[in-house]
Each structure stands twice: as C-alpha cells, then as structure tokens.
C-alpha cells in the first residue's frame, strides 16, 4: 500500500518541487519536511507539501505504549496524518536518471517516517498502535533510514513531551532489535541517548527510564561488551547505583536471549569480577544502607518482582561471596534475614543471596541460618498461630524463607554441599513438621527440596554418599500427599513430589521394600484416585487464573510414570518389576473406570518404556507376569474404549519384551565376549538414547515378528500369542487372576474372566500345575457367579482342564462335595460332559473308595490299629451315588457296572464293620422264612485294596445342559394314573429304568447354602447300589429286592451274606445281561488282598452257577479250579462258600435225580399240623426247585404249584406267606417255559394274590405283592415296570384301580374264574380281603355281570 501512495504521491507533485527536493540529502529533505520554531517539534508540513496517506485503525493492543495523559495534552486537537511530497505527473521522471529515481523514494520513505514519528505524539490508542506498526513494518526493510530518521528527529525536536520521547524509545528499541547489525556510530549515539535518559526524573517516573534502558538493552543484543563496560563504570563509582543500571543488569542476568551462544557465561564472569570490586562498598555505611533500602522496598505487585530488585539479590549474593571477611558476612546476612518475609519474592530473593554467599561461606550462613532458627522471632512463628497485629506477619513465613535457603545453599554450593545433606534434611523435616503449614510453607518446603534433590542428583559424587536422613524426608512427602485434597488438583504439588521421590530414590542407602511399598501405595492413590478431569475443572471456575487441569494431570501422570520407572531403573529385576505391578492391580480391578484407565496407562507406559529401553537384566528369568497378562486381558473386553485400546497396547508391548529378553538371554548362554549383554547402537550409544532399535540382537526363528506385527492382531489373537510364551508358572498364575475375576461385582469382568479362564485352559491346560488348587478355587467362586454364560463358560473350563488332570481334580473336589450343594455338582457334571472323561472319573472314584481306613479292633491276623474312615472315601462313595443320576455319567455308570456292583457291595461291608451310627429305618415287613438259609460268618476286613481304571472305549461327548439328579432315599410311590380304564395311561415311563423317589438337587443359587444333614456311610452305600440298580436298567433285580423287602438284609453284617446271594439270584433269574461281565470282575478279586472283596466275589459266583451263561465266561473245569484254590483261603467264611459252590448240581449231575425223588415226600408235609414244620419244608421246596432249575423241575411243577395254591387261603399267617412264596420261586424258576397247566395255576392263583394285598398280616402282602409281581412277568404282562411301582409304593385308589385295570385287561378269557373267585371271597372271615373282594366285583364289566347275575344277586 506504500508503494502505491509512492507512485501516486510522485505523479501529482510539480517538477520545481522535485528538483528541490532532489536538490537536498535526505536529512535536509526530512527536515524541510518537518516543521521550524515549532517548541514542541510538532508543527505540520505546509498543505502544499503533503501527501495523502490513509491510516486504518486497528483494536490491537497498546497496553505497552500507553502512559498517563496529562490534561494539556488531552486537549490538544490532532496534528494532520498526512505529507504531500508533489510529483509532476509529464514523463521527465522517467527520463531522470536511475540514482536520482532511487535518492528521490529514499526521501519520499524518510519523509513518511517523520511524519509518523511526529504523529506518535496523539492520543488516539488505536491511531498510535497503527503507526508504530508502520514504523516497525519500515523498520525491518530499512532499518538504518529509519534508525537515521528518528535520530534526527531527537536531534531536531529536543523539547518534545515525555511521552512523545518515551514512545520513540519504543520505537527505537524496536527498530534496533529488528537490525541485523548496528554500526558503531548508531550504537554510540543511542548508547549516549538512552544512559542520558535512564537517570532522568519524568512524570512518567520508572515507566519512562524503563523505556530508555530498553534502548541499551537492544543494543546489548549487538554489542553487549560495550553496554556492560559503560554500566561496571557507572556502578562502581562509589555511589549506589540508580535503579535504571540495575534494571539493565536484571535484564541481561535473567534475559539468556540477549546473548549469542556461550556468552551469557562471559557475561556472568564479569559480573562476578564486579561483585568482587564492589566488595569495598560493604563497609560503607550509605551505601549499605541504600543496598538494604532497595531490597525491602515494595514492589508494585507482590505477585512479581522488578529487574533491578532481582538482580540486587543476586548482586548482593555475588558480593558476600566474593567478600572475605567471614564477620562482615554474618553482619549483613543477619540483618537481610532481619527484614520482612512477608511477601513471596522477597524470601525468594533473601533465600538467593544466602545461597549465593554459602557458594564460599556454607559455614558461616550455616551458623547464621542457625542463630536465626532459634531467634524468638522464628519461635513465635512456630508456636503462635494467633497473629495479634500486623508486624507480626512480617515472621509468620519465615521458616519458608529458611526452607528456600536451604535449597539455594545446595543449588549453589554444588558438590561442597554433599557433607551437609543430612544436616540440611533435618532441618527441612523439622520445619515441616513444626511450622505453621499453610499453602505457602508447603510450596516453600517443595521448592526447597526440589533444589537440593537436583543439586545431588547433578552431583557425580552423590552415589558415594549414603544420606541417613532420605528416609525422614520421604515420610514427610508421603504426609504432604496425603494432605493433598481429594478431589482438586489445583497445583503442581503432586507433579513435584513425586518428581522429589524419584529423585530421592535413586540415592544411597536404596529403600527398604516396606518403604518403597508405602511410596508407591501413597503415590498412586493420591493421582489414580482423582475424580474425572470434567469434576476436576469445575472446583476450578471460581479461580480468577483457573489452571490447565488436562496439562496439570498430564503432567502429573508424566511424573508418575517417571517414578514407575525410576525404581526399576535402579532395580531392574523382574521381582522389581512384579513389585510395582502389584501396586497397580487393585486399580486395575476398581470399580470406577477413570481408575482403570488411568492404572493401565501406567501399567502400559511403563511396559512401553521396558521394552524400548531394554532395562531389564537378560539374566533375570521374566517371570510372574500372569497376574499382569490375566489383569489386561480381562480389561480389554471393559466397555470404555479407551481402557480397550491401552491394554491391548500394553500386551503387545509386553509380548515385545518378552521376545526382546528371550533374545537378548540367547547370546549370552553362546556368548564369547561380554560385550553382548548390552547391545548398542553403531556410534555405542545405547538403543534407547540413540532411538535405534536395528542393533539389538538377532531374534531366533521361531520368534521372528515385525515389531509392529502384535499391534495389528485384536486381543484375542495378542491374549494368545503372549501365552505362549508364558511359563507353567506364569500361565498358573493367569488362571489365578481369571479366576479371582469371576468373583468380581462387575458384569464384564466376570464374562471376560471367564473367557480368559476357557482360552488360557484351551490352549495351555495340559501343561498346567496346582491343578487342585485351582479347581478348590473355581468351586468357591463359582457362587458368586450370576451370569449364566460366565458360568457355563467356567463350567466348559472345567471339562477342557479333566482331559488331562483328571485325577488331580477328582481328588480336590472331594474335598468339599462332602455335603454335596448344587455348585458343587455343576463341576462334577462338567467334570464328566467328554464321554472319556467320565469313564476315568468313576474309574478315580473307585480307586479313592478303595482308600478305606482300617476298622477298629483285630478282625485278621494280627492286630491293626483303630483310625476314623477315610474321608475321600466316604466323599467317593457319596459321589458314586450322586453321579449315577447326571446325564453326563449315565453311559459310564452304564459301562462300569460290573465294578461299581462289586465295589459298592464291598462298601456295605466295610461301613458295617466300622460300626458306624446308623439312620433310623423305616418299619418294613419281616423277612419270610422261604429266604435262602446260607452260612453266617464273621465280617474280616483284609488290607485296602484299588481297583484298576476300567479300559473303556473312548468316545467324545458335547456338554449338556444341567440334569436333576434323583435323591439318594428309599423310592418313593410314583404317581399312577386315576383313570383305571385304560392301561396306557400311567405317567411312568415303559423303558425298563426303575422310577426313583423324584430326587431334585437344587438349582445353583448365589450364596451359601444351608447344609442338610448327612446320610450314614452305611446309608449312603446302600442307596447307592440300589441307584446303580435302577439307573442302568436291572430295575428287575431292584424290584426283587425291593418287593421281599431284601434291603433290610444288608443292615447287619450277619445277614449281609444273604442279601448279597439274593442279589446275585436276582440278577440270574432275570436273565441279567451283565453276568458274564460281572463274573470276569469277581475272578480277579477272589485274588484280592481284602477278605471282604473276596468274600462278596464267592458269594456272587456260587449264586451265578446256577446261570447257563456263567458257562461261556468260566467253564466247568475253571469253575472248579477256582472254587477248589478258595478252599485254601485264609477266611474261613469264603472257604466254607467254596465248599457250598463246590456242591451245586453243575458239578454232580447224579444230584438231580435225587432232589426230584424228593420232592413228593416234601409236599406231603405241607399237611403236618405243626406250623414251623409246614413252613419249613415249603422253605426247602423253594430250595430244591432253585437246585434244580426249570429243566429238572418241569414234571413236579404242577402238583407244587397246586399244592401251594391250596395254602393261600389258609387260617395260619406263616403258611399262606410260605405258601405264597413257594409258588413264587416256582414261578420264578419255570419263567421261560411254555407249560400250559402252570399257565392256568397262575390264572387262578392271580385274584387270592390281588385280594390278600389287604391282609392283616404284613409277611403275607409282602409275598403277595412278589408273588403277584412274579406272576405278572410270566404272564408276559405290560407295563411290569409301573406295575412294580404301584405294588411297591403305592397306597390308595389309584394304585387299586390300576390292578384292577391290569387283572382285567389281561384276563379276559379267564374272567369268569376271577368273578368266581372274587365271590367266594366275599365269605372270607378278613373284612378287608371282603371290602377288596366287593368292590372288585364291582368293577366287573356289565356282561360279565349279566352272566352271573344270580351270585352277584345273592351277595
């Protein structure tokens, strides 16, 4: 725009106007420009001369410029902003010569620049800030005519304003800092100008010398040495200096941009040579009187201190330094200590001149220190907290001025300041445990502590130092932390302190690990515990200069970081490293997200600085890293994103280090030189100083990965890759942390634990240690789990783990399944959810059931000592019970049964033989005396011994959902059908599996529950065979028992022998499945080493005789063998056994003849009038008949069949029992065979066994019911199944109108018999056979009434 009011300025000017101006050089041009006789310098250019120059007005800033108006100058009107220099507009100016065009824009440029500098003369601010803009812009394209023009200006106007001048003072500083050089003659010149005017006494008073030394100051920027030759001269002219020379010299002492590079030191030698000149003036009193005078006078602001008192501090500090007279030191420190320390800056200042002098004298400002700590003054201060007037505020801070002394004693004093470390420690810490602690004390003591530390740490001697007193002053930081409030952060106080620990730490002696622990705890809550920035910056908005809170905390989150890697830095162990980790993890578990983010922030810079820094010793094994891998794996699935973010950047970071210290240990186990163990850049740098990260070591093959590699996969695929390199140890520890996870109150972590549980045991579980720890751990988390998918997930942990520590886990969840709760059975299910696993578990469970105590008192040979059953044993036995009703165990259950009948039998006789308390039994009926008569022994324990895991074929099988297993009590009545009618319609199931007492183990519900109490072992066993029983199918062999009430037989040890032979003639009249399975289980434990084991295998096997298929399994010859080898055994129950079996009819055919010729002497004394005898010789018919089976007892069938059935009506109570039995066991032993005139006994035989299910004696309804059951299964009835459930249990109509139901469904043609027999019932002297027989006719289809309507009719 300048150049445009050129061109247009010269084209409208005359020629004669040029000439003359071209006539002139350009200071005459400037000042036939300027005005003549005009006292103030200001007159405008005549109108002729002018020029137009339009000015707009900016709303910049002119706060620097302005200065007081004084009322005659306010009202003075505007001088003109314009200066016409006339150009004729014809073309001679082009036909000029070149140096005349170029001295003709010269003049016009001048001529603009002195009409500017006159017109800083107006008062209009916004006008004044444009023109010093020009004058500036100008400047720095002209300098030197601009520098010539407002000299000439000076020269010109002397007696312009002060203000006027103070503006060009502005202008001039300007104009010389924006030279690049400044010829010797200008710096003469304004050198003179300006040290003229900083002395002089204006209106404008400091404001105005402050202008003129500004001037000088832009000088120094040129030539500093000459300005500085001027002021030593000035200063040391004896008489104080004036406060303008000590301005200048504050300037150049704070002001390092004054000075080029290494010159500032130059300047600071000479100014110690004039402290050491201006020693002389000390001891005179006028002077040292107007040196004291400055120090204390007011400052403007308290906030800020001027220049020259700054400096005065640090002059008078370089002068006691340099003064040698320890006396006169001590004089003058003790009467600038005697001033006020009211203000801030002042005791700053004070403190940096005692520093300054310890420099020389640390003794004597010591000693002086000394004697002003224990001035009454300081006292007061310490003890009064009551302020009774003014004065007294001038010593409540003067500790804090101690404090700061003591810091600049150590900033100044350098490495003479090591011996007094202690010493100077002591103090701090009694000032801030005995001052009147405020805000400024603690900011004093900081700032204190922040220059000492520094001093040390910049000391090389230090670390030869051990300071006694570190420990002292780091209580008092963890004091001040604590004090910190809560919920601000307002100050650097926590940046600093924290900065001071890291610094403290690194000094000798090394902190103790309770030390460090407390640091660290102090540290990390006083910052990982602020509220969220947004809350942080509203406790700010009353503040008149809020703070920056997001550059506060990052700053102080800098210096925390700094500690974190302070401590490993001098200790880079990997116990250092866990140590500090596990400071961090209970934040990484809170609960508050700004916590979590903020602790794995910490936790990844520092895993960041670790890897880049290669700080670590190789040496050390990385171990215990776990804890870290399972805290940041669980926090990568946390709902904020940024946690996200900053924990997979921390496990990539840690995956880094990991491969950084497998390969940094490589070379060293190959190493030949020692130089590998520290690898460095090319120049020796180290990696982390230089930034080179190519000259690390070589990575071995099978770890080669881009180093950005990790940081490209999702968490998961990082989670995975960071596990394999984890050791046992460490990968325990992972499942550790997973699993104290699923105890969390917080939704993701729970499903992320959980997740970590299941990828950690997918992917490493077979390697895994302390299985059994971990599975007593699950258990007891797994109440508090209430996410169904985190459950199922641990669950599905569990099956992964049983795959290969099956028997680790069976044994510990022994341990706490003795009484059994729901969660409990949730991982015995998940225990068995893989087919092959299940196998292996009732395989365990058999081995630890066979891990019995010794019973009391001596039972073989020898004496044993007495002990309690063996816990797990019990617990085995229990489970062998409870998981014979999981879905899951079902096949095994089925598969192993052969060794859990002969374990569980071998069960019942250990538990009667400890003589255990039992359960109260429910009253059942006596036994008939038709039982098998077998030989009573003794009950001998022999040694424990275990049975060998079944080898089972294996097949996989998916985890199921949750089964309801049934109760392990007496089989409850199972609910029938109430329409009689029809047949199909009971609601038990027609398969072949026993209906159980509906059993419901309750669902997993949170929380404790409360334990039922505990079945007897004895109990317990026996539910479990009967659930063995029921469970796999042999439901037929559990009614045989169930319905002659034969449990009751295995109460007592003497009776045991005789429930075990009817279980096992059970199982052959049944035709069971499993008898050739079973007889090769007993084989081997006729060997055993326990006589009950044997015992129970003999028992079995002379039972099994009797069954053809026992045959194809051990035939006649072997069958023999071991029967005749028993005979040797060393218990003489099992030997007289063998002797039983070694008579059966298998191995003497001659027998059978025998035993049929018998038989008609025995049916003839079924008519004896003696009851006993009667029952007796049914008993040994039942006998005889099993003795010869179906094939041999065909022919005598009938008559004993007839015979019996004359007996059921008897008036005898034991006869009609025995009589009933008897033709049970016949038909029993005769099932299979097509006899057609048995088949009609039985028809005939079915009402009178209906009608005497209400008989008055109990022995007879038992056999009743059996009989009838029997019968049923000849007949070749349906539903035999629920039929064995209504007789066993059920009471009332429903089960008699399911009998009814059945009888007639399957007895149409034979009808007519039953009616007839139902009538002659109604005579029966029994009013209950009566009722039955009644209401059964009743029931009686209307056709069939028709037909025999006149006995009906005569009822």
């Known amino acids: 725009m300048d150049g445009q009011h050129s061109e247009k300025s010269q084209s409208d000017?005359?020629?004669?106007?040029?000439?003359?101006?071209?006539?002139?050089?350009?200071?005459?041009?400037?000042?036939?420009?300027?005005?003549?006789?005009?006292?103030?310098?200001?007159?405008?250019?005549?109108?002729?001369?002018?020029?137009?120059?339009?000015?707009?007005?900016?709303?910049?800033?002119?706060?620097?410029?302005?200065?007081?108006?004084?009322?005659?100058?306010?009202?003075?009107?505007?001088?003109?902003?314009?200066?016409?220099?006339?150009?004729?507009?014809?073309?001679?100016?082009?036909l000029m010569p070149k140096e005349h065009k170029m001295f003709m824009e010269e003049a016009y440029n001048a001529a603009i620049c002195f009409k500017m500098l006159r017109d800083l003369n107006g008062s209009d601010p916004l006008h004044l800030k444009y023109i010093i803009k020009k004058i500036k812009g100008m400047a720095y394209r002209a300098p030197n005519l601009v520098l010539e023009t407002i000299h000439d200006y000076l020269v010109d106007n002397p007696e312009i304003s002060s203000r006027h001048k103070f503006r060009l003072f502005h202008v001039l500083e300007a104009v010389i800092e924006a030279s690049n050089s400044l010829e010797e003659a200008w710096q003469k010149s304004f050198m003179q100008l300006a040290l003229e005017n900083m002395t002089k006494s204006t209106e404008l008073e400091e404001v105005y010398q402050d202008a003129a030394s500004d001037v000088l100051l832009a000088i120094c920027r040129h030539s500093w040495r000459v300005v500085a030759q001027h002021l030593e001269t000035e200063v040391l002219t004896g008489v104080f200096p004036h406060r303008s020379l000590l301005y200048?010299?504050?300037?150049?002492?704070?002001?390092?941009?004054?000075?080029?590079?290494?010159?500032?030191?130059?300047?600071?030698?000479?100014?110690?040579?004039?402290?050491?000149?201006?020693?002389?003036?000390?001891?005179?009193?006028?002077?040292?009187?107007?040196?004291?005078?400055?120090?204390?006078?007011?400052?403007?602001?308290?906030?800020?201190?001027?220049?020259?008192?700054?400096?005065?501090?640090?002059?008078?500090?370089?002068?006691?330094?340099?003064?040698?007279?320890?006396?006169?030191?001590?004089?003058?420190?003790?009467?600038?200590?005697?001033?006020?320390?009211?203000?801030?800056?002042?005791?700053?200042?004070?403190?940096?001149?005692?520093?300054?002098?310890?420099?020389?004298?640390?003794?004597?400002?010591?000693?002086?220190?000394?004697?002003?700590?224990?001035?009454?003054?300081?006292?007061?201060?310490?003890?009064?907290?009551?302020?009774?007037?003014?004065?007294?505020?001038?010593?409540?801070?003067?500790?804090?001025?101690?404090?700061?002394?003591?810091?600049?004693?150590?900033?100044?004093?350098?490495?003479?300041?090591?011996?007094?470390?202690?010493?100077?420690l002591s103090r701090m810490v009694f000032y801030f445990h005995y001052s009147s602690w405020d805000e400024t004390l603690k900011q004093s003591f900081l700032s204190a502590v922040l220059m000492l530390v520094g001093a040390v740490s910049r000391n090389e001697g230090a670390h030869s130092y051990e300071f006694s007193q570190v420990s002292e002053l780091l209580d008092c930081l963890m004091v001040l932390m604590e004090k910190e409030p809560r919920d601000t952060l307002c100050t650097p106080t926590r940046q600093q302190t924290i900065h001071i620990i890291s610094n403290l730490c690194k000094l000798r002696p090394p902190l103790d690990l309770e030390k460090k622990s407390q640091l660290l705890s102090t540290c990390l809550h006083s910052v990982l515990a602020l509220p969220l920035l947004d809350v942080l910056e509203k406790h700010t908005c009353l503040f008149l200069e809020p703070p920056n809170i997001q550059t506060l905390y990052n700053k102080t989150s800098s210096a925390l970081d700094q500690l974190l890697q302070s401590f490993i830095m001098q200790s880079p162990t990997t116990d250092e490293l866990h140590l500090l980790l596990s400071h961090l993890y209970p934040w990484l578990a809170s609960e508050k997200a700004q916590e979590r983010q903020r602790a794995v922030d910490r936790s990844t810079a520092l895993l960041r600085f670790l890897s880049h820094s290669h700080s670590l010793d190789p040496k050390e094994d990385f171990r215990r890293i776990g804890q870290l891998v399972g805290m940041l794996g669980i926090l990568c699935q946390d709902p904020d994103r940024a946690i996200q973010q900053s924990s997979v950047e921390g496990l990539g970071h840690l995956y880094q280090l990991l491969i950084s210290q497998t390969a940094r240990a490589a070379p060293m186990v190959n190493a030949q030189a020692p130089k590998q163990l520290s690898p460095a850049s090319v120049d020796g740098a180290p990696v982390w100083s230089s930034g080179d990260q190519k000259t690390a070591p070589p990575t071995p093959p099978e770890m080669t990965f881009p180093k950005d590699h990790i940081f490209q996969l999702d968490s998961s695929q990082v989670i995975k890759e960071v596990m394999k390199h984890l050791t046992k140890a460490e990968l325990t520890d992972l499942i550790w942390t997973a699993i104290e996870g699923l105890g969390s109150a917080s939704p993701f972590r729970v499903q992320a634990a959980a997740d970590m549980l299941l990828t950690t045991i997918r992917e490493h579980g077979a390697k895994l240690e302390t299985v059994a720890n971990l599975g007593r751990a699950?258990?007891?988390?797994?109440?508090?789990?209430?996410?169904?998918?985190?459950?199922?997930?641990?669950?599905?942990?569990?099956?992964?783990?049983?795959?290969?520590?099956?028997?680790?886990?069976?044994?510990?969840?022994?341990?706490?399944?003795?009484?059994?709760?729901?969660?409990?059975?949730?991982?015995?299910?998940?225990?068995?959810?893989?087919?092959?696993?299940?196998?292996?578990?009732?395989?365990?469970?058999?081995?630890?059931?066979?891990?019995?105590?010794?019973?009391?008192?001596?039972?073989?040979?020898?004496?044993?000592?007495?002990?309690?059953?063996?816990?797990?044993?019990?617990?085995?036995?229990?489970?062998?019970h409870e998981l014979q009703f999981a879905r899951e165990f079902k096949k095994a259950v089925q598969e192993a049964f052969p060794q859990l009948l002969l374990a569980l039998l071998a069960q019942l006789h250990y538990t009667l033989e400890l003589h255990l308390p039992q359960e109260p039994h429910l009253p059942q009926e006596p036994l008939l005396p038709q039982e098998p008569h077998l030989p009573r022994e003794p009950h001998l324990p022999q040694e424990p011994h275990l049975l060998q895991e079944p080898h089972l074929p294996q097949e996989p099988h998916l985890p199921q959902e949750p089964h309801l297993p049934q109760e392990p009590h007496l089989p409850r009545e199972p609910h029938l059908p109430q329409e009689p009618h029809l047949p199909q319609e009971p609601h038990l199931p027609q398969e072949p599996h026993l209906p159980q007492e509906p059993r419901s183990a309750p669902e997993p519900q949170p929380g404790h529950e409360a334990p039922e109490a505990m079945p007897s072992p004895h109990s317990t066993s026996l539910e479990a065979l009967k659930s063995l029983l029921s469970t796999t199918g042999h439901w037929q062999d559990f009614?045989?028992?169930?319905?002659?009430?034969?449990?009751?037989?295995?109460?007592?040890?003497?009776?045991?022998?005789?429930?075990?032979?009817?279980?096992?003639?059970?199982?052959?009249?049944?035709?069971?499945?499993?008898?050739?399975?079973?007889?090769?289980?007993?084989?081997?434990?006729?060997?055993?080493?326990?006589?009950?084991?044997?015992?129970?295998?003999?028992?079995?096997?002379?039972?099994?005789?009797?069954?053809?298929?026992?045959?194809?399994?051990?035939?006649?010859?072997?069958?023999?063998?071991?029967?005749?080898?028993?005979?040797?055994?060393?218990?003489?129950?099992?030997?007289?056994?063998?002797?039983?079996g070694l008579g059966n009819i298998l191995f003497h055919p001659e027998k059978e003849s025998l035993l049929r010729r018998q038989l008609p002497p025995f049916l003839d004394g079924f008519f004896q009038n003696n009851e006993q005898v009667v029952v007796q010789v049914m008993g040994t018919v039942s006998d005889v008949l099993h003795r010869l089976g179906a094939h041999s007892a065909a022919a005598q069938s009938l008559?004993?069949?007839?015979?019996?059935?004359?007996?059921?009506?008897?008036?005898?109570?034991?006869?009609?029992?025995?009589?009933?039995?008897?033709?049970?066991?016949?038909?029993?032993?005769?099932?299979?065979?097509?006899?057609?005139?048995?088949?009609?006994?039985?028809?005939?035989?079915?009402?009178?066994?209906?009608?005497?299910?209400?008989?008055?004696?109990?022995?007879?309804?038992?056999?009743?019911?059996?009989?009838?059951?029997?019968?049923?299964?000849?007949?070749?009835?349906?539903?035999?199944?629920?039929?064995?459930?209504?007789?066993?249990?059920?009471?009332?109509?429903?089960?008699?109108?399911?009998?009814?139901?059945?009888?007639?469904?399957?007895?149409?043609?034979?009808?007519?018999?039953?009616?007839?027999?139902?009538?002659?019932?109604?005579?029966?002297?029994?009013?209950?056979?009566?009722?039955?027989?009644?209401?059964?006719?009743?029931?009686?289809?209307?056709?069939?009434?028709?037909?025999?309507?006149?006995?009906?009719?005569?009822?």
Request: aromatic share 6%; with cysteine.
């Open 1039 to 1140: 009614a045989h028992l169930e319905l002659q009430g034969g449990w009751k037989l295995f109460s007592t040890i003497d009776t045991y022998p005789q429930g075990v032979s009817l279980l096992a003639r059970a199982m052959v009249q049944n035709h069971c499945k499993q008898i050739k399975a079973v007889t090769s289980q007993l084989l081997p434990n006729l060997q055993s080493k326990e006589a009950r084991e044997r015992k129970v295998a003999i028992l079995i096997l002379t039972e099994f005789l009797y069954s053809p298929t026992l045959l194809e399994v051990l035939p006649r010859q072997a069958a023999l063998i071991v029967l005749a080898r028993s005979l040797r055994d060393p218990s003489p129950e099992v030997r007289v056994l063998s002797l039983q």
């Open 1199 to 1355: 008559g004993v069949a007839i015979n019996a059935r004359s007996f059921f009506d008897d008036e005898r109570d034991g006869i009609r029992a025995a009589a009933m039995a008897l033709f049970g066991d016949l038909v029993a032993t005769m099932a299979g065979k097509e006899i057609s005139s048995l088949r009609t006994q039985v028809h005939q035989s079915m009402v009178p066994l209906f009608l005497h299910l209400k008989d008055h004696c109990p022995g007879v309804v038992t056999q009743a019911k059996f009989t009838l059951y029997r019968c049923a299964v000849l007949l070749r009835w349906r539903l035999r199944h629920t039929l064995f459930c209504t007789l066993a249990w059920e009471r009332g109509l429903s089960a008699r109108h399911f009998l009814w139901t059945c009888l007639m469904t399957h007895s149409q043609e034979e009808f007519g018999i039953h009616l007839a027999q139902a009538l002659s019932y109604l005579h029966s002297r029994h009013r209950h056979i009566k009722t039955w027989a009644a209401l059964f006719i009743g029931r009686v289809p209307d056709g069939e009434q028709r037909r025999h309507k006149p006995a009906v009719l005569h009822f």
């Open 13 to 94: 000017t005359t020629a004669d106007r040029t000439s003359s101006a071209m006539s002139q050089n350009p200071r005459a041009a400037q000042r036939q420009a300027g005005t003549r006789g005009n006292p103030e310098g200001d007159a405008p250019c005549p109108a002729s001369h002018r020029i137009s120059s339009p000015i707009s007005r900016s709303m910049k800033d002119l706060s620097c410029m302005k200065v007081p108006q004084d009322p005659a100058h306010r009202d003075k009107q505007a001088h003109p902003t314009t200066i016409l220099l006339c150009k004729s507009r014809s073309s001679q100016a082009a």
């Open 248 to 424: 200048v010299m504050g300037i150049l002492t704070s002001n390092e941009a004054i000075f080029n590079e290494g010159e500032k030191a130059c300047w600071e030698e000479q100014l110690a040579q004039l402290a050491v000149k201006s020693v002389q003036f000390l001891n005179t009193d006028m002077w040292s009187k107007e040196l004291l005078s400055a120090l204390t006078k007011p400052d403007r602001t308290h906030q800020e201190q001027p220049p020259e008192k700054a400096f005065l501090f640090i002059y008078y500090g370089l002068i006691l330094q340099a003064e040698d007279n320890s006396t006169t030191v001590r004089t003058h420190l003790r009467k600038l200590l005697d001033t006020s320390h009211q203000w801030p800056k002042q005791r700053e200042g004070i403190a940096l001149t005692i520093g300054l002098a310890a420099a020389r004298h640390l003794d004597h400002v010591w000693a002086v220190l000394e004697q002003f700590g224990r001035s009454t003054p300081i006292k007061w201060s310490l003890h009064s907290f009551c302020l009774k007037n003014a004065e007294d505020l001038q010593w409540k801070w003067a500790s804090s001025t101690i404090l700061l002394s003591y810091g600049q004693m150590a900033v100044r004093a350098k490495a003479h300041i090591l011996p007094w470390v202690d010493n100077i």
């Open 778 to 880: 699950i258990h007891l988390q797994l109440c508090s789990v209430c996410i169904p998918q985190a459950k199922e997930k641990a669950l599905h942990a569990i099956t992964l783990l049983a795959q290969n520590h099956t028997p680790e886990l069976v044994a510990t969840f022994l341990d706490f399944s003795v009484p059994l709760d729901s969660h409990a059975f949730c991982l015995w299910r998940a225990l068995g959810a893989e087919q092959p696993v299940s196998r292996q578990v009732l395989a365990v469970l058999l081995a630890w059931l066979q891990e019995r105590a010794l019973p009391p008192g001596p039972r073989d040979s020898g004496p044993q000592p007495k002990d309690k059953p063996c816990p797990r044993s019990l617990a085995a036995m229990n489970m062998l």
